[in-house]
């Protein structure tokens, strides 16, 4: 069964560091997200992309974040400049267009544990 | 998105059926209703979605309701395996959703053996 993919599985950075999460979606998939969760805490929307932009992000997207889909498989987050609070499992997601992107099932990968020293 | 209300935390034993139930009060017309479960340290995982009466798969089944108000999961036979979070989430076709999908805080059930 195709999955969605990430890498790396937990990334240690310093404070002010720049980090690239990485994904690949499951291939026939048009549309990627990427959602956090902080530890014990609930699991929280960052943006959605579908065409090469972005469809909508969240109030934690600001400008520290950016998403980009550099060739045909790998979806990424960059984050410039980490913070403490950006610790966090961040999970990637894809779905298909089979009805609409509101009630299609997402497929999650399985996280990368970004901690922030 | 319709808010969702659904218990915090439930038990239950090996072999028991588990219900929980969801309740979205404001649930429009053109919403579908989605359950994903959640396993420490993954990502959450789809299990089943409906619109209306009952929806069966090979994992659980989804009771709705007429009035769509709420709607209840149903696990048969549960194992120490399905110990989990799950959540309910309220979604349909409204110009502007892209997708994203706005999880409250879940059913966390334990299955004690």
């Known amino acids: 069964e195709p999955e969605v993919t990430q890498t790396p599985s937990h990334q240690v950075t310093q404070m002010g560091q720049e980090v690239i999460l990485r994904c690949v979606p499951i291939?026939?998939?048009?549309?990627f997200y990427w959602y956090r969760q902080i530890l014990g805490q609930k699991v929280e929307f960052l943006v959605s992309?579908?065409?090469?932009?972005?469809?909508?992000k969240s109030e934690i997207f600001d400008d520290q974040f950016s998403v980009e889909r550099p060739d045909g498989s790998n979806f990424t987050l960059k984050i410039r400049s980490t913070k403490l609070e950006d610790s966090a499992m961040y999970f990637c997601?894809?779905?298909?267009?089979?009805?609409?992107?509101?009630?299609?099932?997402?497929?999650f990968g399985p996280g990368t544990r970004l901690t922030v020293l | 998105l319709a808010k969702t209300t659904q218990p915090i935390s439930m038990d239950s034993y090996e072999g028991q059926e588990v219900n929980i139930t969801c309740s979205h009060n404001?649930?429009?017309?053109?919403?579908?209703i989605t359950w994903y479960q959640q396993f420490p340290s993954q990502g959450p995982r789809f299990i089943i979605q409906?619109?209306?009466t009952k929806v069966t798969n090979e994992v659980a089944s989804l009771f709705i309701p007429a009035d769509r108000k709420s709607s209840t999961l149903s696990l048969p036979r549960v194992s120490l395996s399905d110990t989990a979070v799950y959540y309910c989430?309220?979604?349909?076709?409204?110009?502007?959703?892209?997708?994203?999908?706005?999880f409250g805080q879940g059913t966390t059930l334990q299955v004690k053996p």
């Open positions: 409906g619109y209306k």
């Open positions: 989430l309220v979604g349909g076709d409204s110009s502007g959703n892209t997708g994203k999908l706005i």
């Open positions: 992309f579908y065409n090469n932009e972005i469809s909508e």
């Open positions: 291939s026939n998939h048009l549309y």
């Open positions: 404001n649930i429009a017309t053109n919403d579908y």
């Open positions: 997601a894809s779905s298909e267009p089979v009805r609409s992107p509101t009630t299609d099932t997402q497929y």
